[in-house]
């Protein structure tokens, strides 16, 4: 299980990189110089970041991307839904069907209890806290 996929550490990373840059604008060849990050593939990334309304992009000589939003209010967990769907550590699926056991399963409680918390805690990681 990976908590976090290559997308979403992407999509974090290039956020990163442009609230350090306080409002001024980057283009993809400037992120893709700095983050080392395969051109098509973080291009696809931000074009999704645009189309969710956490980006705004510019077209032309002289365009690029900027923050849609502050810093404070891009949560990591707004990002892994985006490029992951919601966080489940247990779908609790036997053979593509549902457990038996899902009503009586003590092992099913005690992970339902950790996925509440890394929830939480994930939760409370915005681009702002990451940039501390």
């Known amino acids: 299980m990976k908590l976090i996929t290559r997308d979403t ?3 974090l990373r290039a956020l990163c990189l442009m609230a350090k840059r306080k409002g001024k604008m980057i283009s993809v060849s400037d992120m893709v110089r700095e983050l080392k990050m395969p051109r098509p593939f973080l291009r696809k990334i931000l074009q999704r970041l645009n189309k969710e309304k956490i ?22 967990t707004d990002l892994m839904e985006i490029f992951q769907g919601n966080l489940h550590l247990n779908e609790c699926f036997f053979k593509k069907l ?8 003590r092992l099913r409680k005690k992970i339902n209890n950790i996925e509440r918390f890394v929830k939480r805690e994930l939760k409370a990681i ?4 990451l940039l501390k």
């Open 126 to 129: 915005t681009i702002a806290s």
């Open 9 to 11: 550490d992407y999509a």
């Open 98 to 105: 549902p457990c038996p056991n899902i009503k009586t399963c």
């Open 55 to 76: 980006l705004k992009s510019y077209k032309g000589l002289g365009g690029g991307f900027l923050l849609a939003m502050p810093e404070n209010k891009i949560f990591l």
